[in-house]
């Protein structure tokens, strides 16, 4: 009776040690799913910020180039409105001095005839009466002195134009340097301008910089997102051979454009606009406000409507052939995985979701999972 007792209360105390242990795991496991779950949450908080940051810096680093482009074009007109009137003070230089030197040549030619004025006396109406020996003589000698007069009177004349027009050519010089003058400050105004915009750019790409490692995770995660694209497609692939080939709806082969708009990114490798870095580009970017519709670029089966990362909510359709369409980053999917769809039916609305700087479409083909340049198939 007492080994019965003693193995209760063994049991007891085994039943209340275990009681207590159970909760305490329990709490145990919680804080750490919460611990996982706040640190999930701090990263997308931090990815989505570095994705604000990063586009916030590319704007500003367009905004600063557009501003730039404008200094610089407007340094360029001065500098050629400045040659324009270098070039016009040069002729006016020239032309000053021409009228300088045909000036001299006159009043050398007065020198001369003063001098001999004042060496041989003026012929006066005296000496022309008391020295003429006859009517026709006196009329000669009348018709010399007047030629004498008006070659002298015209010379002064000219003389006298010849300075009003140096006097006009030298104002009109000095007003043009004086427009040179103010376009030379305004010159100098546009240089710094340019050199404040430069410092401003060169401190953008340094804020740039600091977020490099956070724009390098994001476009890892999207070429993740393509290779796991390219593995789901490859992997129905076999289960469609393994099951008779494919059986859904097939397409055209002729694809037509998903939504209307400029190419902002094209398909294939290509630079980081801030770090220089070479990253693929397994698709293609069409510019289009968000809540655009977008629409099956050929009819097929729809293989895949999910929020994918990296990519956000996407559509991907499998058009036979080995042919496969996917829209990416869209605010809202309207087709659902297994629904068959006709071309230019609306299968998506356009937005910014998954990793991305702005709303758009991002449309990729594929050739049996592996993307290919949609613009071969458009």
Known sequence: ????????????????????????????????????????????????????????????LDAIQTELDAANAELSRIRGE?????????????????????????????????????????????????????????????????????????????????????????????????????????????????EAKKVEQQRALEEAQAHRAAAEQLESELQQASADVQAKIEARLREQQAGGGYTGVVGTGQLSWPCSGPITSPFG????PIFGIEISHAGMDIGVPEGTPVHAADSGTVIEADWISGYGYTIIIDHGNGIQTLYAHNSSLIAGAGQSVSKGEVVAYSGQTGNVTGPHCHFEVRINGSPVDPMGYL
């Open 269 to 272: 490798y290509r630079i980081h």
């Open 82 to 194: 400045q040659a324009r009137l270098n070039e016009q003070i040069r002729q006016n230089e020239l032309a000053l001095q021409r009228a300088l030197d045909a000036l001299h040549a006159r009043q050398a030619v007065l020198a001369r005839r003063v001098r001999a004025i004042y060496m041989h006396g003026q012929l006066n109406y005296v000496d022309v009466i008391i020295g003429s020996k006859s009517f026709s003589d006196f009329a000669n000698r009348l018709e010399l002195l007047k030629r004498i007069i008006r070659a002298d009177f015209s010379l002064i004349l000219e003389i006298q134009e010849q300075q009003r027009q140096i006097e006009a050519k030298r104002a009109e010089l000095e007003q043009e340097k004086a427009q040179l003058d103010a376009l030379e400050a305004d010159a100098v105004k546009a240089q710094e301008a340019i």
């Open 1 to 60: 009776m007492k080994r019965y007792h003693t193995w209760t209360a063994a049991l007891l105390a085994a039943v209340i040690v275990t009681g207590a242990a159970v909760p305490s795991v329990a709490d145990d496991l919680e804080d750490q799913l919460a611990d996982i779950q706040s640190q999930i949450s701090a990263a997308q908080a931090d990815q989505a910020n570095a994705k604000e940051v990063i586009q916030a810096v590319m704007d500003r």
